[in-house]
């Protein structure tokens, strides 16, 4: 069945001019056989005619077949008093080979004068010859119409005469873009609506988030006759971002009962953020809406109850609906019915009152010296088990040192010692590092991986360290948050103490055990 609105992803073409977005050609291959696998339909992959990495993708993608989605080309409308096929650039949108070939072309007179520095008629030509030119050369062309909502409040007849150009020349998708991204989400619909009353092509729309509305935007042309929309996974792109698809393509789905990707993709929607912000190596944003992991955070004392009740009545969909997780923030602003349903997502039953009230002592107690379990589930795990379970610890550390020297001229060299002790058996290794927490680090795993050597594979992908004043006033503490991955799943622990280096290495020890849980080293 053909999709009702067609999803066109742009993140490996507008997604990497975003700030701090960076895709290897074999970056860009892997996601675009994840978004393929998703359901979208068109994974525009680059510019050729902009730079050479992009000419490699395209010519690396041609030993690909993709499944669902078909592959776009992105490039302009030739050069002003130039034929299309004499056009370099344009000769590079043949040369990908890619079935679909995207280009922009000018809607704005101010534009067409002032940056192109053409008449307006020249411009009309540009837009049709290369839209010919592509046609004639077997390519699904879609159009993309830069500054069109600038250009159409500047001059509307001018605008809609650059459309019917594309359209009349044989674009198959004529797509309107707000390339500013200043537009409101009225604007958009009207003239979105007027256009669809003009052409018969499939009106596409292209927006950004400069002022927040890159999806409201997209909604408002969806709902007046737009049946395309272009946008990149977690909004990535220039300044602000484009139009975010992992908000749109869940909206489409559960809230405006549309259909864009398959149903059966959107339980995989966080996973797929997920994998593009690891590709790209950003730390995935936790307020992302649909997908970042506080998308279904509670903390507050009355919504943790009335979500232990009814799951709906905090919540507008099912967080697994869209791959996401519930979680539950534990703080001393709430009570019992937060621990429990904390206790409950971490895997234990705290049915016992005894059990209950000594853990949210503790709770209380920690948090009034500084500790903060929000961040830090790891930690939170091991108080609980520390409660429910007799067992010994997996490993005791029973003394460590941590020395730092330099002598003027090299970089300084810091050592740590640690002696552990696992059952009765005993190890005391030394290791240097960078500074005296990665030293400490080195030599706490050198000395546990003789005893577990499923430590091997996990490593810290975050360390915070914050300065917060002791609750009687006195002295600073320090708060040490880490974040340790053993590739399957994240995790966070906590140290708090007067002593950086003695917070840190609670936290580290606290990281080492749950890893040893998340492994069954130990039960
Ligand atoms: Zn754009």
């Not at 919540?315 to 996401?324: F, K, L, Q, R």
């Amino acid at each position: 069945m053909a999709p009702e609105i067609e999803i066109y992803d742009t993140t490996l073409r507008d997604g990497t001019q975003g700030e701090g977005v960076a895709f290897s050609v074999a970056d860009k291959l892997r996601i675009a056989e994840r978004l393929d696998a998703f359901g979208v339909h068109y994974i525009e992959g680059g510019w050729p005619g902009s730079n050479p990495r992009d000419i490699e993708f395209f010519a690396e993608a041609r030993h690909h077949t993709f499944k669902n989605a078909r592959l776009a080309a992105f490039g302009s409308t030739r050069r002003k008093d130039v034929a299309a096929a004499a056009d370099d650039q344009v000769q590079l949108l043949i040369a990908a080979e890619t079935p679909v070939v995207t280009i922009f072309g000018k809607t704005s007179p101010l534009h067409v004068r002032e940056v192109l520095q053409t008449t307006l008629d020249e411009n009309l030509k540009m837009i049709a010859d290369t839209v010919r030119f592509l046609k004639a050369n077997g390519k699904f062309v879609v159009y993309d119409a830069e500054h069109c909502f600038d250009g159409f409040k500047e001059d509307t007849p001018y605008a809609l005469a650059t459309l019917h150009a594309a359209e009349k020349a044989g674009a198959d998708i004529v797509t309107l873009c707000d390339t500013n991204g200043g537009s409101l989400p009225a604007d958009i619909a009207a003239i979105t609506r007027l256009v669809r009353g003009e052409l018969r092509a499939r009106i596409g729309i292209h927006t950004h988030d400069d002022i927040g509305l890159g999806v409201a935007n997209a909604l408002a042309a969806i709902e007046a006759g737009a049946t395309h929309v272009q946008g990149t996974i977690n909004g990535y792109g220039e300044r602000t971002g484009n139009c975010n698809m992992t908000s749109v393509m869940p909206i489409l789905h559960f809230k405006l009962n549309r259909r864009g990707v398959p149903a059966e993709s959107l339980p995989l929607l966080t996973e797929l953020s997920q994998f593009v912000d690891e590709t790209a190596n950003l730390r995935p944003n936790p307020r992302l809406p649909w997908v970042g992991s506080s998308a279904f955070s509670h903390k507050g004392g009355t919504h943790v109850n009335a979500v232990a009740k009814v799951l709906s009545s905090y919540e507008h969909v099912n967080p697994a609906s869209v791959g996401n997780t519930r979680h539950v923030l534990i703080s001393d602003l709430a009570g019992r019915s937060n621990i429990i349903m904390k206790a409950r997502e971490l895997g234990f039953d705290l049915a016992n009152d005894a059990h209950l009230r000594t853990l949210l002592a503790a709770i209380k107690e920690m948090e009034h010296r500084g500790y903060e379990f929000e961040a830090a589930d790891g930690s939170l795990t091991l108080l609980i088990r520390r409660v429910l379970s007799k067992a010994p610890p997996p490993f005791t550390v029973d003394a460590y040192h941590v020395s730092m020297r330099s002598d003027g001229a090299r970089p300084s060299v810091c050592e740590a010692t640690v002696k552990v002790r696992v059952g009765t058996e005993r190890a005391h290794t030394v290791a240097d590092g960078d500074g005296p927490v990665n030293a400490l680090d080195a030599a706490l795993r050198a000395a546990l991986v003789t005893f577990y050597r499923q430590l091997g594979a996990v490593r810290l992908t975050d360390y915070k360290v914050r300065i917060i004043d002791s609750a009687s006033g006195t002295a600073a503490t320090t708060r040490v948050l880490i974040q340790t991955t053993d590739g399957a799943s994240e995790w966070g622990t906590i140290g708090v103490h007067e002593n950086i280096i003695e917070a840190s290495l609670q936290a580290l020890a606290d990281s080492l055990e749950v890893a040893l849980i998340k492994s069954a080293a130990i039960v």
